[in-house]
């Protein structure tokens, strides 16, 4: 405590006046001049060890309440203004500290204000949902975040891009790869720019998957991405400088707001360009249909990993040579969602995707193993649900590696033409369903869109209906509703 100067002044202050003392009475009980406590309340001084003390054996105050007490303020009131409505205002660290420190009330009043805003612009995100859903739609406008503009817009629309299928392959047709893209990719690099791939231990990149040096012309690549990883880094880099054309073509139909959220967008068209150029649409259309969309069949026959593969699945819309319509979901553990995305636009109206019961989130119990599943909604429609969890970067033996699950979804109708349609079990015979029919899953959309009541999974209650506050019945959910 002798080494580190604690500035208190408005908790000073406010000890003060929650005592109904003067300057001059609090000076006189704690031994000091009135114009020295004046310069402490003002923060001109510190506090010392004596007076520490002094203040804890007069007016009983703890050495803890003079110490880190806005901490917790300041990591909200920085949650307050990082808000996309909020991001011009944003105040240095300082300044909050100041808040909290001389208006402590105040910021309180200011958090409790802002999160009344979140849940009800959550609550008005979920009504609009609600609406579409029932074909009646809304143009509730809200500041967004570039990135979260982006998104929403790639989950909107179909997940295909003609004119990068066409450059894709082009430039496949330009390296004539073989078996080696890695190596091909590496030679036109050298050919064309100068530029030198290297792949780098964790220890000269430990922050970053890529990194072009343009002063020595040398593209880094890190040790801890796996092979598959790596030749899409690598390929990623050569797509942008190779079809910048088409690129800024697909980027300006997009219509986005900002510069930000086109460089957003560029670097996603850059990451569907190296899966076009990875796996060639021609060859992997006819080979997934031979395969019956069997994934495992197909990261190995094109030498990708599973989330690779999965994820070109949803891209097979070409005019008069698509494939099955899939979308996927990436979540982690923690059910945060990092993409969403579908051939004909993630089906966010009738799968919705934010469900407990889902297998995405069952995977995580066996990493590696793949889980099928038929789900169910509450207005009927069924879909087929592959899910398995990725492995992310490799670190170190200290480091706890990154783990996230991946969905890859369609409708029930197309189970016939999957490998996977026939892990599904039949409903048993004479439960009134259709010859055929599989044993399916129910689920919602997710918690505050649903109202299927019993729910187990339950984790919020539904934004359309009254909780069920009868203290003579409990029900199964942890929310019961009306």
């Known amino acids: 405590m002798a080494d580190q100067k604690i500035f208190a002044g408005p908790r000073i202050r406010r000890i003060r006046n929650a005592k109904g003392l003067t300057q001059t009475a609090m000076a006189e009980g704690l031994g000091i001049s009135p114009s ?18 002094k203040l804890a054996s ?8 003079l110490q880190g007490e806005a901490r917790g303020s300041i990591a909200a009131l920085r949650e307050v203004f990082a808000d996309p409505l909020l991001a ?26 802002f999160r009344a805003y979140r849940e009800q612009a959550e609550r008005l995100s ?22 979260d503009e982006v998104r929403e817009i790639f ?35 050298k050919r064309e720019y ?39 880094e690598v390929a990623m880099e050569a797509c942008l400088m190779r079809m910048q054309v088409a690129v800024a073509g697909e980027i300006q139909g997009l219509k986005l707001s900002s510069d930000e959220a086109r460089r957003i967008a560029r670097f996603e068209l850059g990451r569907y360009a190296a899966h076009a150029l990875m796996m060639p649409y021609q060859a992997f259309q006819a080979a997934a249909v031979r395969a019956r969309y069997d994934i495992d069949v197909l990261k190995s026959r094109f030498g990708v990993s599973f989330e690779q593969a999965a994820n070109r699945l949803t891209m097979l819309q070409r005019t008069g040579a698509s494939g099955v319509p899939f979308f996927m979901l990436e979540v982690d553990n923690a059910g945060h969602r990092f993409r969403r995305a579908g051939a004909q636009g993630f089906p966010q109206n009738r799968f919705g995707g934010g469900c407990p019961k889902l297998p995405v989130h069952a995977a995580f119990t066996q990493p590696g193993q793949i889980f099928v599943e038929a789900v169910e909604m509450p207005d009927g429609a069924e879909f087929l649900c592959v899910a398995r969890t990725l492995e992310g970067p490799q670190g170190a033996f200290s480091e706890r590696p990154r783990r996230t699950a991946i969905l890859i979804g369609c409708d029930i109708g197309f189970k016939d033409e999957i490998v996977y349609g026939a ?27 649903c109202e299927r009541s019993g729910c187990l999974s339950r984790a919020e209650p539904p ?14 959910s942890a929310f019961d509703f009306q």
């Open 463 to 476: 934004v359309t209906r009254p909780l069920g506050l009868d203290e003579m019945v409990t029900g199964l």
């Open 194 to 232: 100068g530029i030198v791939v290297k792949v780098l231990p964790v220890a000269t990149m430990p922050n970053w998957r890529r990194r072009y040096d343009r002063h020595s012309q040398r593209l880094f690549i890190s040790e801890r991405l796996s092979p598959f990883d790596q030749l899409r």
């Open 58 to 65: 007069v007016y009983k105050v703890e050495p803890e309440e």
């Open 155 to 189: 989950e909107r629309r179909p997940n295909h891009f003609q004119a990068i299928e066409e450059e894709a392959e082009a430039f496949t047709a330009l390296l004539d790869p073989g078996d080696d893209l890695f190596g091909a990719l590496k030679a036109w690099l």
């Open 88 to 113: 011009g205002e944003l105040p240095g660290d300082q300044e909050l500290i100041e808040v909290a420190e001389a208006a402590p009330n105040a910021a309180a009043a200011m958090i409790k204000l």
């Open 36 to 53: 020295y406590l004046n310069l402490i309340e003002r923060n001109q001084r510190p506090l010392t060890v004596q007076l520490i003390l």
């Open 126 to 147: 979920d009504l609009s949902e609600l609406l579409a859903r029932e074909g009646r739609a809304t143009a509730l406008l809200g500041t967004r975040l570039p990135f």
């Open 423 to 449: 892990a599904l079990p039949s409903r048993l015979a004479g439960s009134g369903a259709k010859s055929g029919a599989v044993l399916s899953t129910p689920v919602g959309p997710a918690c505050r869109l």
